[in-house]
């Protein structure tokens, strides 16, 4: 009995010190074996299976790093972010959401204002005239809580948000989750849910995660990899990013992806006010749909490594982005963030759809649930 008592006691110490130290780390990343947290504040979750690990943070719900081996068996984390909360926490118009979930609508409102049952509702304005990524302190701001926390064959955890009526503009009381799951043994999901409480409100959710497969510090750049979308169309935009509300065909545009193409050999092709120019273009997914409702986006091959990373969603579109705008982001490490460093593949409701009636509707009104899923599947092609 005293040896089990004995033994018991020191179980219960050695969880005391690991609690120790995730109080010691004071917001900062540790090794992809660990993480540290604060309880009742802003910390960083790990997750593992396998040779994937992966670090999240409940600031912002953020994917903060995946790593995983290359055909030679190498291990590189190949998503861009940061080391510590505090760069997380910086409220900036120009911060390029590394990682982040971005809501409560995504990507641009036009004019920063929408009608909805009758009445006007205005936004704040953080994108020139435009509202971007749900506004000055949208989702990808905030501090979310820690529902669920599980290892085991499929470990994840889950966040959520209760964002208050009136919030950055938008209507109606609104109770948000995104869970990280790692599916597979090299598969990492992303299951969104929102439920509005008394109002018929906006909803479009999205991940911004920016991917060097080569590595997020190897100074690599994007434009040699390959990448295929499943579309046919895409939405043509004016000078602002603002979709025109056309929806036409990428065949003949050098935004035609449908089959593997080198990203560099068409970037300056594309129709950008960007500088450098790049694309930034949301593309209308027509791949065919699996039983689960999730249906194939992108493809994305990085030669040097031979890292694959496939897209896969339930989402109606996706805006495909160059990292056009990094300039000089301080990331992990110290490593510099430039332009065309990484590609993001974001799934989404079509941009500014809350103007345009002929997009698909992103409104989602009391006894509704909008729910999304995104699952991010990684290889290697060895030939």
Known sequence: MAKIVYFLWILVFIQLCRCEAFEQGKGKLGGHGYFHRRINGPGFFHLQKGDLH??????????????????????????????????????????????????????????????????????PKNDGN??????????????????????????????????FDGEQGFPGDLDVSVTYTISGDMELRLDYEAIPRNKATPVSLTNHAYWNLAGHNSGRDILDNSVKIWASHYTPTDDHLIPTGQILPVKGTPLDFRKETIVGSRINKVKSNEKPPGFDNNYVLDGPKLKNGLKPAARM???????????????????????NNLKDTVGKGGFLYKPHTALCFETQGFPNAVNQPNFPSVIVKPGQIYRQTMLYKFSVDKY
Do not use: C
Not at 303 to 309: G, H, K, L, N, Q
Not at 310 to 319: D, I, N, R, Y
């Open 301 to 323: 091959k990085d030669p040097w490594s031979s890292r694959v990373m496939e897209v896969w969603s339930t989402a109606p579109g996706m805006q495909f982005y160059t990292s």
């Open 130 to 163: 435009n509202t971007l990524h749900g506004g000055l302190r949208g989702f990808d701001n905030v501090l979310w809580k820690v529902k669920e926390y599980r290892g085991g064959r499929r470990p994840s955890v889950k966040f959520t948000y209760h964002s």
């Open 54 to 123: 992966i670090n999240v943070t409940n600031w912002g719900a953020t994917l903060v790093s995946l790593t995983l081996p290359d055909a030679k068996g190498h291990i590189a984390d190949v998503a861009l972010g940061y080391d510590s909360l505090a760069s997380y926490m910086n409220v900036s118009s120009t911060r390029p959401y590394l990682g982040a979930i971005l809501g409560r609508v995504s990507n641009r409102v036009k004019n920063a204002q929408f009608m909805l049952n009758g009445e006007t509702y205005h936004l």
